[in-house]
């Protein structure tokens, strides 16, 4: 079954006339962009009804659609410690998994000042070289 995805537009349409049930629907079912849209929508219409689709979408396979739900709840000012709790911790596994991101794209750019006469199979290629030259006794 192929389902028409709605536009930017339509979910725009859908947070402005407070349409909760419509935004839920789409963050289930919607491809990545429109979960993404929805969430950010969600965060914007703020019902606490709409928790435990929020709760369920912060396990999405996409990153941003994990985060966008993850700012969806923390805009909802949720009293629960249980829920406090689990944005928290995924905001910091998100946190960590950027900072590891960042420090495999660190080394790539720097340069190293190796140069050819000082590596160590230059040095006793060097040596072998020099011995051989000395007359054998």
């Excluded at 491809?31 to 849209?37: D, E, S, W």
């Excluded at 703020?46 to 739900?69: E, F, M, W």
């Excluded at 080394?107 to 011995?131: L, T």
Aim: with cysteine; aromatic share 6%; hydrophobic share 35%.
């Amino acid at each position: 079954m192929n389902l028409t995805q709605p536009s930017d537009n339509t979910i725009m349409h859908w947070v402005n006339t407070n349409a909760v049930a419509e935004l839920e629907y789409a963050l289930k079912h919607g491809n990545y962009k429109t979960r993404q849209l929805a969430a950010e929508g969600l965060e914007h219409v703020g019902r606490p009804s709409s928790i435990p689709v929020l709760l369920h979408a912060i396990n999405d396979k996409i990153q941003n659609v994990s985060i966008a739900a993850l700012n969806a709840l923390e805009a909802l000012g949720c009293t629960d410690e249980l829920i406090i709790s689990i944005t928290s911790k995924r905001f910091n596994w998100v946190k960590q998994i950027r900072d590891q991101k960042e420090k495999r794209n660190i080394p790539k750019n720097k340069k190293h000042n190796i140069y050819r006469w000082q590596r160590a199979s230059k040095k006793s290629f060097e040596r072998v070289k020099a011995q051989l030259k000395k007359p054998i006794r």
